[in-house]
């Protein structure tokens, strides 16, 4: 029988936080908040303080299942996955957390009343989808309540893997797609001694998303590519995203009964990626999750010992499964499995991954945006009021705003640049993403070593060979050795488009929404990623 539902008509005191049971929880606030944390539910999800009233729905609509939340992304009040918290005021914050799955925090008015008349929003509510489940409420400083749930948190879901977080170069950020084993073997050369523990291969290898075999691009196979790694001293790390297919795969084709469906027997929509539409795997299916097993079982045969799992959301989307477990369970499960076939000296760093739910069973976990070489999209930023695409601004922000995670999970900032060739940031920008290093403690590159001078190689070299002493200041500033850093830059949000920018802002929602735009924007960008392969030829 699930609890019936509680209602808490003061927050408990500074200091004393209680752990109850509700399925549905209400937390009346001693005065309006100034301040909301909304926390999005994977790795690329927008999280940070924001003011309390309701944001503009991100769009476009189409890559909602990629990028957010899909069944939260329309709600009319502030809306956040397991975590919720306002301040009240300076350093008197409020959490509302679950320490369970499948549940939700949400800052409500009394009445809608009082939202008409422009109040503030009064409630803090939290409610499980099924049954009930145990919530953490705390009141006090920011570091007290944030470090207090992550205690709550890593009792009931495991502790940090004692495995300490590699030096990762990573082929994504150089040449994206457009890898071949000629260059990757140049530039596994190239690296030379720098100090990396890890060198990735990501997307590019395989024959398609679903199809986990070689390409043609690497004609000696994967056997060889792990080796040719192997043989500089390095672990030999691999991307590939398991649980989700481009509607061209063959495993589409062939297994149509191991995708998840919608309400009305169709497929589900696991958003559009790559020029194409994706689908979910059904993560309880028997047949696939001895599949999955077996890929994992292959990926390590091949020589991988360092496994970049990606687009992992897939297999927490709601949606009808063979087995009818509540999502981000069935979810859990699939990482058990996968976890169990790749064995537990592998390294797996979990990526586009709904954050609770991969607590315990990965030793890493990106929890923000991707980087790229721009600070900031202004069609992204102002007219689609997308804060989960590839940036640095958007990758910082949700990054800063994650990290009461570390006592839990390593945790992944992306990677840093030194180049100033094939890349347009400034210095302050790339000292940031640095600095994001740093505090995260996870370091990683992407740049081909033909690309960056010996003056970049040397900050290269003292950046992976660096480890500073990190303090926290406050929630944007912190203190990196003897230099105060301050992430505030990057930490606020545009304001939503409003007067003239509301017509634009509508055509590149509607425009974002085609699968023809995506689709050309695809070939677009997979034509210049093939100019700078060539480039990087010409340059040798
Ligand atoms: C490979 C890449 C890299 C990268 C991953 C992931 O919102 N999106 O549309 C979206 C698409 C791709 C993406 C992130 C977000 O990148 O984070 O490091 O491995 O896949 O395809």
Redesign the pocket.
Known sequence: MPTPPLKLDSPPQAGSPLVINASFLTVSLPRPPRKFYRHGWQ??SLAAWTEPPPLPVQRPAI?HP??TDPRYVNETSPHSSWIGAVELDENDILLVGALGLESHVQLSSKNSESQLEGAALSMSKGWYERDDGEWFIARGSEEFVFAKYAEELGKRFGKKSDKPAPRVW?S??SL??AIDEAILFRTFDELGDLPFDVLQV??GWQTSIGDWEVNGKFPSGMNALAEKIKSTGRKAGL?L?PLITVESSRLFREHPDWFLRDENGKFASA????GEQLYALDVTHPAMLEWLAALMKQVRAWGFDYL?L??LYAGALPGKRFVDLPSEEAYRGALKVMREAMGTDAYFLA??SPVLPSLGLCDAL?IG??VSDKWEDPRDATLLYNF???GVRNAVRTTVSRLWLQPLIAVDP?VVYFSGKENSLSAEHKQLLQDLAFICNFKATSELPQWISPAERESLREFLTASPQVKRINRATFQIDDRIVDFSSALALPPPPRGLTKLPASFMGWLGNQPFALNLFHRLNKSAFRKKRQRAEIES
């Open positions: 790795s690329w890559l990629l990028q990573c994504w950020y994206y797609t990501d997307d991307w995203a958003g559009f990626n790559w970049k990606d687009f990526c586009g990106r945006p991707d989960t695409t590839p992306d």
